[in-house]
């Protein structure tokens, strides 16, 4: 993501867009198989850099400049399948890597419904969220919550609103929807060991269908259970 967001601020220095930088534009927005979800924090992102040089942008050349943009971005007929479904697989970093790739594009929301949580990397990304003003709720299983490096207490020190079952069962539940748009699950644990060591799948899915169902889960989860 960040270096398709440099791309765009060279090219904005110029407020142009030739055809040798259209085309090594949509090359760029190819490779990084990007979903809706991405395609709309790409544009959000847009109109972040303007607004940052407001006072020094031609208006001609700018709208023209953001029109070509946004034509790299769009797909050329309504049709043309964009990526909506993406997997990853542990040991390495590419699970935790779209995790906090997800929760880093937030920009309303982040439910979060995970056994444990301890991967610092994640749990910063999480508190940047809440910080810029991001929705966060999370839910994690009370048992862990002493597990030695849990990063729920100070999740809930910076006011992240964290709430926890208190039955004998494990809410055991890995999952995580942002902006009631993009859904993450799997056997993935936000921890160390998952990412080092442990053998674990990640799916990030834009399905309509799922997202709504976790949706419902979490938020059924939510009113049972109380706050930490």
Known sequence: MQEIINFLKASFQTKELQTKDKQTFKKLVKSKAFSYHDLNVVRSKLFEIILADTNTADGVKLINWLEEVNKCLLPKNQNTQLNENRCYFSPGDDCENAIVS????????????????????????????????????????????????SDIRWLAREEVKVKIDESSSHMHHKFCVVDKSVLLTGSYNWTKSAADRNQENLLVTEDPKMVKAYISEFENLWDTFVYF
């Open 102 to 149: 997800c929760i880093r594009n937030a920009r309303r929301s982040i439910k979060i419904c995970v056994f444990t949580i301890s991967e610092n990397v994640i749990s910063e990304s999480i508190i940047e969220a809440k910080k810029r003003g991001v929705s966060v709720k999370v839910i994690t299983d009370n048992d862990k919550l002493n597990d030695k490096g």
